[in-house]
């Protein structure tokens, strides 16, 4: 499988930056008189960058896909603390202009609304959740409506995504003959997460390579206390992707759960994204990947079980996949 897969890069560069957990810094609390470190400034009892600095909004959002960033004046911090704790229908648990966010039939949990990263902007990241470190801003399809929530996620460590991706073809740029599979295990370090979503991204054509975003394909989503996939999974959930209309560079792929599985620690759960080509095999999906040690990205050839699995280790990527739900 290794000889046959090819990972293409763009020239985007991007960086990351991060706060730590001390009073006058970066998105945490003022000092009792009213002031932080030098170039911040304090408002609603909080550490941002001021607006009029002279610095545009992509300089001060420059984000790692993992959701490290710059902290936003604008992040709804009266939820900060509410996001993830159960609730019933009634949403009264979560306090004025919260939701409790339904996501099976006895199963809700408080967050509140947000604005999502723009995937069209490459460096400047958009997304309003607080705690971006823990928090990401997604479209829940289970809700119904176009609405956006704060979930918490498991993801890998990435870095360095923009404009890099898989699209299974070898070398020579000979198209594959079947469909591939790419699995990522996300797994937790809280006691107890409910996983409602799963989420990636597909790249569109560029001006070197053939992708097609918009093609049918399909994802398989399971739980195992191993950290990589088996031959034959016990898939939970299989969701299938019909053709997509319009045309986006990057398109983001929300997908709700029918039923949310519940992993404790030491468990994890595994997403297979299937890397379909088109039926005259001049074009195929193209899987967003970042940077990273490649131990719990997976492929293999052939989108059927038994399936022969092997790590990323050797080409140094991970697949740009995300579990959104609520961690204890």
């Given at each position: 499988?290794?000889?046959?897969?090819?990972?293409?890069?763009?020239?985007?560069?991007?960086?990351?930056?991060?706060?730590?957990?001390?009073?006058?810094?970066?998105?945490?609390?003022?000092?009792?008189?009213?002031?932080?470190?030098?170039?911040?400034?304090?408002?609603?009892?909080?550490?941002?960058?001021?607006?009029?600095?002279?610095?545009?909004?992509?300089?001060?959002?420059?984000?790692?896909?993992?959701?490290?960033?710059?902290?936003?004046?604008?992040?709804?911090?009266?939820?900060?603390?509410?996001i993830?704790?159960?609730?019933?229908?009634?949403?009264?648990e979560?306090?004025?202009?919260?939701?409790?966010?339904?996501?099976?039939?006895?199963?809700?949990?408080?967050?509140?609304?947000?604005?999502?990263?723009?995937?069209?902007?490459?460096?400047?990241?958009?997304?309003?959740?607080?705690?971006?470190?823990?928090?990401?801003?997604?479209?829940?399809?289970?809700?119904?409506?176009?609405?956006?929530?704060?979930?918490?996620?498991?993801?890998?460590?990435?870095?360095?995504?923009?404009?890099?991706?898989?699209?299974g073809?070898?070398?020579?740029?000979?198209?594959?003959?079947d469909?591939?599979?790419?699995?990522?295990?996300?797994?937790?370090?809280?006691?107890?997460?409910?996983?409602?979503?799963?989420?990636?991204?597909?790249?569109?054509?560029?001006?070197?390579?053939?992708?097609?975003?918009?093609?049918p394909?399909?994802?398989?989503?399971?739980?195992?206390?191993?950290?990589?996939?088996v031959?034959?999974?016990?898939v939970?959930?299989?969701?299938?992707?019909?053709?997509?209309?319009?045309?986006?560079?990057?398109r983001?792929?929300?997908?709700?759960?029918?039923?949310?599985?519940?992993?404790?620690?030491?468990?994890?759960?595994?997403?297979?994204?299937?890397?379909?080509?088109?039926?005259?095999?001049?074009?195929?999906?193209?899987?967003?990947?970042?940077?990273?040690?490649?131990?719990?990205?997976?492929?293999?050839?052939?989108?059927t079980?038994?399936?022969?699995?092997?790590?990323?280790?050797?080409?140094?990527?991970e697949?740009?996949?995300?579990?959104?739900?609520f961690?204890?």
């Open positions: 499988m290794r000889a046959f897969v090819i990972l293409v890069a763009s020239v985007y560069w991007l960086a990351g930056c991060s706060s730590e957990d001390v009073v006058g810094a970066l998105g945490e609390g003022c000092y009792p008189n009213g002031t932080c470190n030098a170039g911040l400034v304090c408002e609603s009892d909080v550490c941002v960058r001021p607006v009029d600095a002279g610095v545009d909004d992509a300089a001060q959002d420059q984000v790692l896909l993992d959701g490290s960033r710059d902290i936003r004046a604008d992040a709804p911090t009266s939820c900060e603390h509410l993830g704790t159960k609730c019933t229908g009634s949403g009264g979560c306090g004025p202009g919260n939701t409790c966010l339904m996501i099976s039939a006895n199963s809700g949990f408080c967050t509140c609304k947000c604005t999502p990263d723009n995937p069209g902007t490459l460096i400047a990241n958009e997304d309003t959740c607080p705690e971006p470190t823990k928090n990401r801003c997604a479209s829940y399809p289970g809700a119904g409506g176009a609405d956006t929530y704060c979930f918490h996620f498991l993801v890998n460590k990435l870095s360095n995504c923009m404009g890099t991706y898989f699209h073809w070898d070398k020579t740029n000979v198209r594959p003959k469909p591939l599979m790419i699995a990522a295990a996300l797994g937790t370090t809280t006691s107890s997460f409910t996983v409602a979503s799963v989420q990636y991204r597909l790249w569109n054509q560029t001006s070197t390579e053939p992708c097609d975003n918009t093609l394909h399909r994802a398989d989503v399971w739980v195992d206390n191993l950290s990589f996939p031959p034959n999974p016990v939970g959930e299989t969701i299938d992707i019909p053709t997509a209309t319009g045309t986006q560079s990057l983001v792929v929300d997908l709700a759960l029918t039923s949310p599985l519940q992993i404790t620690q030491g468990e994890n759960v595994l997403v297979a994204v299937e890397i379909r080509p088109d039926a005259a095999k001049i074009k195929a999906l193209c899987l967003a990947v970042c940077d990273g040690t490649g131990a719990t990205t997976f492929g293999t050839m052939g989108s079980s038994p399936y022969k699995w092997g790590d990323w280790t050797t080409y140094g990527k697949a740009a996949v995300f579990a959104h739900g961690g204890e």
